[in-house]
């Protein structure tokens, strides 16, 4: 039986070694303790058979859990509680504290009811501790940066409704916490713009695309209408499911206001000169066909360059214009099946007196066969004029320009216009496509422009469904190019 009994003990020994639970049995009567080798070596301690684990015990807890501790300890002592599990600091032997979770109860009591023996067992948490530590920091962290954005943050249920808001939210939509988490964003979204927000949504619950942008208005608990740049990702569980929804939410309103009012300006003032430019340029034609054979040189000369200055002007006119709708998306495209091989020749043609003024020939390098592709004829020939008059006037006088279009291999089609002159600077190259862009001034000696042409060019290739890039190399020139869509075969034949 003897045998028996340590044989189990041994086993008991390893399997507590083996998962590091220390355990502990106090005699309550003589306030001493007996404890296993894990108790010792989770405090850093040698087993000591002369040493009181109890008073070692009791040495080392933490003054500021010493106090919870014993008021445990006695509350199952008393027997007003069967089971003991507290959580508290310990001091370990190199000098800080650890965690231990104790999890004891009173197993023998005299016959009086007294308690005689606490019996127990205590695990190392310290690495869980830490972990919750860490945890409650980020949340925290978490938290405050929501609770303190500038902008308007929000967590939202995966039905739109509202969980947590921030200050700049509520002032952002007139409401207090309490009464946006009754409602959902659809409440708060302009009908008008709810269906692309919910499109968007149910593309990033499907896992389509991480995030989403757009800017749309919302209805303010006055009832007017803000605008809010909006940005949406989503927030998985660690099974991958879709958990919540984050939103941040500029106020953009004055933003809009501005752009608004610059709008009906540009608008309001580009019209206005529309019609007396009409006017002054057909009183110059007037006059220059009258004074022709009677004006002397210097002032058939003024009457020239007074026509060619408002037709000038015309033209920014008409490009601001241009650049207006389509920032607004407010141009109509006039689509067809139509040769662009053709259209570049009678462009190129077009523009072979201007080129010529300036001592500049057009070469053209077209292929023999048609080449079709779905364009808006008239927006086709206005980009690539705005090309050409670049390479003339960016040529230097004596040379030529290339003007040509040739078949892509997957159907598609490839114009370009190339010239020799002195190339893009680099300091400018990242921002050639921006509206009113320029280069200096000795770059544009033959014509000021308004630095409109390109950016409208890439917008109208854009609405093609092309692109338009360039290659350009100091001192060697420049070659601009876009590449169209091939054209269905169900719209070839129609």
Not at 103 to 120: P, T
Request: hydrophobic fraction near 40%; include cysteine.
């Amino acid at each position: 039986m003897r045998k028996a009994l340590e044989e189990a003990e041994r086993r008991w020994s390893i399997a507590l070694s083996g998962s590091q639970i220390g355990v502990y049995d106090v005699d309550l009567v003589s306030g001493r303790s007996v404890v296993s080798d894990t108790w010792w070596k989770m405090l850093g301690l040698q087993p000591d058979a002369d040493a009181n684990p109890e008073q070692i015990w009791k040495e080392r807890l933490h003054p500021d859990d010493r106090e919870m501790v014993i008021a445990a300890d006695r509350a199952c002592i008393a027997g007003e509680i069967e089971r003991l599990k507290t959580e508290y600091r310990i001091l370990h032997n190199d000098g800080h504290y650890i965690w231990l979770l104790s999890d004891a109860m009173v197993a023998e009591r005299d016959a009086d009811g007294i308690a005689a023996r606490l019996v127990g067992t205590q695990t190392d948490i310290t690495g869980l501790k830490s972990a919750e530590a860490a945890l409650m920091a980020s949340e925290e962290r978490f938290r405050s940066a929501i609770e303190n954005a500038p902008i308007g943050m929000a967590l939202l249920d995966l039905d739109g409704h509202w969980l947590t808001v921030n200050d700049a939210l509520c002032e952002f939509l007139g409401y207090t916490p309490v009464e946006l988490t009754k409602s959902s964003f659809q409440e708060l979204t302009h009908p008008e713009d709810l269906e692309a927000d919910l499109a968007n949504m149910r593309q990033l619950l499907n896992g389509e695309i991480p995030s989403y942008q757009l800017e749309k208005r919302y209805i303010h608990k006055s009832g007017t209408h803000k605008w809010g740049s909006l940005s949406v990702s989503l927030a998985r569980d660690e099974a991958g499911y879709p958990a919540y929804i984050i939103k941040q939410i500029l106020d953009v309103t004055h933003r809009r206001e501005v752009e608004r009012l610059q709008s009906e300006f540009i608008s309001t003032v580009s019209h206005e000169l529309r019609t007396p430019l009409t006017a002054i340029q057909g009183a110059l034609s007037l006059l220059r066909a009258n004074f022709e054979t009677r004006a002397n040189d210097k002032d058939k000369k003024l009457i020239a360059n007074t026509l060619e200055s408002s037709q000038r002007l015309s033209r920014l006119v008409n490009d601001i214009l241009d650049v207006q709708k389509m920032a607004e998306d407010k141009v109509d495209y006039d689509f067809e099946i139509a040769d662009i091989c053709e259209l570049v020749r009678q462009t190129a043609e077009a523009q072979a007196p201007f080129a010529e003024k300036w001592g500049i020939e057009i070469e053209m390098r077209l292929p023999a066969e048609a080449i079709n592709c779905r364009i808006d004829k008239d927006r086709f020939s206005q980009a690539l004029v705005n090309l050409v008059s670049n390479a003339i006037k960016f040529s230097d006088e004596g040379v030529k320009i290339i003007v040509g279009a040739e078949q892509l291999a997957d159907g598609g089609a490839r114009v370009s216009v190339q010239d020799f002159g002195a190339g893009i600077p680099a300091e400018f190259r990242d921002r050639i496509f921006s509206k009113f862009a320029q280069a200096d001034g000795s770059s544009t000696r033959k014509n000021q422009g308004s630095g409109l042409g390109l950016s409208i060019t890439k917008s109208i290739i854009e609405a093609f469904g092309g692109t338009l890039a360039f290659q350009t190399e100091t001192g060697k020139g420049t070659i601009f190019f876009f590449d169209l869509p091939a054209v269905a075969e169900e719209k070839r034949r129609a």
